[in-house]
């Protein structure tokens, strides 16, 4: 059973316009909430991350929001650049532990 | 911000040999380190979890005797891919985790089993 689900396998966005991803989880036991970026053939590299005790955080072009009673957080890229192209993966960790329990990841490509 | 080097970046081997793959904390002690696995158009699939001085934690359906890991000091986990076969052929990375509770991933390791 997935605990942390991205819907859409991919997204296409014209440069210059916002980029949202989507991610879901079903574990009320998460705390705090990660988003990665990933190119073809290299490990991850963070984003930006939030607590559960937030519902906003941003930095720079990326702003991540979470709604704890829906489960639900989304990564917001404004605006979009073709070098934002790539695969997002957003993670989640529970306070029993430091484990990151990932989502299917979402590509996506900004069209110039 | 915290880096981890992981190496090598690609290896090929042929069927039936070991290969080792090194993850280092560069700048800060570690503790913990995780090795994953990410199969084509997939996500990352956590193989193990790598505790410092002691034996590491493997997710289920993950063969601890095949994929053995040592994680001898703070700033080194080792993963070796014993009798390597090709459907073991993948991607293999590592993170580490830093004080400030986010995880830092090595570049990762392509594997090739011909």
């Known amino acids: 059973d997935q605990q942390v689900k991205q819907n859409s396998p991919s997204l296409s966005v014209q440069e210059g316009r916002i980029s949202i991803l989507n991610c879901d989880y079903t574990?009320?036991?998460?705390?705090?909430f990660l988003w990665y970026k990933k190119y073809p053939a290299e490990g991850p590299t963070f984003l930006i991350s939030?607590?559960?005790?937030?519902d906003k955080n941003e930095d720079g072009r990326f702003t991540v929001f979470l709604n704890k009673s829906a489960k639900h957080l989304s990564l917001h890229i404004v605006p979009s650049q073709p070098g934002d192209s790539a695969v997002y993966f957003c993670a989640a960790r529970g306070n029993a532990g430091n484990m990151l329990t990932f989502g299917g990841g979402t590509r996506l490509m900004v069209k110039p | 911000g915290a880096v981890v080097s992981q190496h090598p970046s690609r290896v090929i081997c042929k069927s039936g040999t070991s290969v080792k793959i090194e993850c280092r904390s560069l700048d800060f002690q570690a503790t913990t380190m995780f090795w994953y696995r990410q199969f084509p158009k997939q996500s990352l699939m956590l193989m193990a979890t790598?505790?410092?001085?002691?034996?590491?934690?493997?997710e289920q359906g993950v063969e601890k005797d095949k994929f053995l890991i040592n994680h001898a000091s703070l700033t080194l986990s080792t993963l070796t891919v014993t009798s390597a076969h090709p459907e073991d052929s993948s991607f293999y990375i590592c993170?580490?985790?830093?004080?400030?509770?986010?995880?830092?991933f090595g570049q990762g390791t392509r594997l090739t089993v011909v």
């Open positions: 790598s505790n410092e001085g002691s034996k590491a934690t493997y």
């Open positions: 574990n009320s036991m998460f705390d705090y």
């Open positions: 939030i607590s559960s005790i937030k």
């Open positions: 993170s580490a985790l830093g004080q400030g509770g986010g995880a830092f």
